[in-house]
Antibody, heavy 123, light 113 residues
Framework: EVQLVESGGGLVQPGGSLRLSCVAS????????MNWVRQAPGKGPEWVAN????????NYVDSVKGRFTISRDNSKNSLSLQMNSLRVEDTAVYYC????????????????WGQGTLVTVSS | DFVLTQSPDFLAVSLGERATINCKSS????????????LAWYQQKPGQPPKLLIY???TRESGVPDRFSGSGSGTDFTLTISILQAEDVAVYYC?????????FGGGTKVEIK
């Protein structure tokens, strides 16, 4: 069964840091672009970042550039998101999501998704 | 950035009736070199991640019931649920993958009338 499991969420103060992880099973992570997508309470999803199969290309939404870093370890079938200088507006459920087709394009739609991990930024 | 505007925000439909959800993009998501529309649709139920329904604007994902269909081209798209069933109560989102940043619409909540 293809599965993505996120971990690492929690409560953090503004300005703090958090590292999210996503472990994949049922497929080889090295064959796919991988994404982080977040969803604030009561809002629609927002794509955050993606990373190419070999880690050589990364893209970010403007609101997290310079603060968040996406990375991957294909040997461990895992994806990470290092989040620094966190803001209240970063509060959301963070989902790990796979590129659907495993192609070379960075322009992805997402399937499957993990169940998400909640990040709360509050003093 | 590509802005996707969904309408309506909320839709109440009787069981067995048709539900129609619209998604309008601020720019065309039709790529001329392959004549494909870079648009997907998702369904999200409470406490669950979004589930892929449709990609390339009209290609149904494997296992998705055929009462779900997508149509449209360029900047205007529609998701249709032909015969609404109780399990279709959810929020529906469109997403463009024509350009970075990848963006989603604001969602349409579908309930039973």
């Amino acid at each position: 069964e293809v599965q993505l499991v996120e971990s690492g969420g929690g409560l953090v103060q503004p300005g703090g840091s958090l590292r999210l992880s996503c472990v994949a099973s049922g497929f080889s992570l090295s064959s796919y672009w991988m994404n982080w997508v977040r969803q604030a309470p009561g809002k629609g999803p927002e794509w955050v970042a993606n990373i190419k199969q070999d880690g050589s290309e990364k893209n970010y939404v403007d609101s997290v550039k310079g603060r968040f870093t996406i990375s991957r370890d294909n040997s461990k079938n895992s994806l990470s998101l290092q989040m620094n200088s966190l803001r209240v507006e970063d509060t959301a459920v963070y989902y790990c999501a796979r590129d659907h087709t495993g192609g070379s394009s960075q322009y992805n739609w997402f399937d499957p998704w993990g169940q998400g991990t909640l990040v709360t930024v509050s003093s | 950035d590509f802005v996707l505007t969904q309408s309506p925000d909320f839709l109440a439909v009787s069981l067995g009736e048709r539900a129609t959800i619209n998604c309008k993009s601020s720019q065309s998501v039709l790529y001329s070199s392959n004549n494909k529309n870079y648009l997907a649709w998702y369904q999200q139920k409470p406490g669950q991640p979004p589930k892929l329904l449709i990609y390339w604007a009209s290609t149904r994902e494997s296992g998705v019931p055929d009462r779900f269909s997508g149509s449209g081209s360029g900047t205007d798209f529609t998701l249709t649920i032909s015969i609404l069933q109780a399990e279709d109560v959810a929020v529906y989102y469109c997403q463009q993958y024509y350009d970075i940043p990848l963006t989603f619409g604001g969602g349409t909540k579908v309930e039973i009338k």
